[in-house]
């Protein structure tokens, strides 16, 4: 059943059209089509009923769950808990590890001297079929689905950006969130949109995280993006804003995503030919020709080779 609220203009409406029928009912016995015709003419000419279009909208369903590798590695001095966003990214950095504390099983029955050039094989031989060969050693690796508080979107098509006192009233209202306990981080919230901010002993470098799914709607364009500027100092390293003089993704990166898989391997392999990338031999992460050092997702942080320095 429907109940009118009396506090809206068309509920109180509502209730005086009832009273007012209500009492013709009780005067006459009867509702008379000419008194009811008198109660309702002066009654409607109340309402506006132009019909205003409805704004077109775009409907932006959740985000699907993502996925991220784990790997946990003991040993006598450490148990260590790293994510990876695949499997050979994992499996990389546990060889890594595997090369270099192989020493510690030469001499063992059937062991080769120098570690195999497969990650996995690597990985495989040293740790045993079972795990077993050093009872003091161990790794987990595994996929877990990343959880999260996704929703559907309702936004218009004809997207723009907040204007001027809304941005000024949302940045006033900012608010930080500092770290209570060992499972957060510090982060900075704005309509929305959280900024992370935080000191990584593991890499050796401050992180910077900035999460959009929690972004107030009118700040979504209608194909479920935020429009997003990042500085370092005074250099742009992101901006996808669309504003005239926005710097564009680099060629390679726009070849990459473009092309198919096996169209990336050989853009891959002529970027390594020219230099626009560099081959880490030690975890095996493609790096930017200008990186000094691993820019890999582990803590790997090799020096650039210096024959690969020279020929840059």
Not at 179 to 194: H, I
């Amino acid at each position: 059943m429907i109940i009118a609220d009396p506090t809206t203009p068309a509920g109180a409406a509502v209730i005086e059209l009832h009273q007012q029928l209500t009492e013709l009912e009780e005067r006459a016995g009867e509702w008379p089509g000419a008194d009811v015709v008198s109660i309702l003419e002066p009654w409607l000419e109340r309402f506006d009923f132009a019909t205003a279009s409805a704004p077109a909208v775009a409907f932006i369903a959740p985000r699907p769950p993502g996925q991220v590798w784990l790997l946990r590695r003991w040993d006598r001095h450490e148990n260590d808990v790293l994510l990876f966003t695949d499997e050979d990214t994992a499996l990389a950095e546990l060889a890594r590890h595997v090369r270099s504390s192989w020493a510690n099983l030469l001499g063992e029955e059937d062991f080769p001297d120098q570690p195999p050039t497969d990650d996995r094989t690597a990985v495989d031989l040293y740790y045993g079929p079972e795990r077993s060969n050093l009872p003091d050693e161990g790794y987990s690796l595994y996929c877990a689905t990343i959880s999260g508080s996704g929703r559907a979107r309702v936004v218009p098509l004809d997207f723009r950006f907040p204007e001027a006192d809304a941005c000024e009233q949302a940045n006033r209202d900012a608010t930080f969130h500092p770290q209570t306990d060992a499972n957060d981080l510090p982060c900075t919230e704005v309509d929305g949109v959280l900024v992370f901010v935080y000191l990584d002993h593991e890499l050796g470098a401050v992180g910077v995280s900035i999460h959009l799914d929690s972004a107030a709607e009118r700040l979504v364009r209608p194909d479920g993006t935020v429009p997003l500027r990042v500085k370092v100092e005074d250099t742009v390293v992101l901006d996808d804003s669309g504003a005239e003089g926005a710097p564009r993704p680099p060629l390679l990166d726009e070849l990459l995503n473009a092309a198919e898989a096996g169209q990336r391997e050989a853009i891959r392999a002529a970027a390594l030919a020219a230099g626009i990338l560099w081959h880490c031999r030690t975890c095996h992460w493609d790096n930017p020709g200008a990186a000094v050092c691993c820019e890999g997702p582990g803590p790997c942080r090799k020096p650039k080779p210096a024959a690969e320095q020279t020929a840059a």
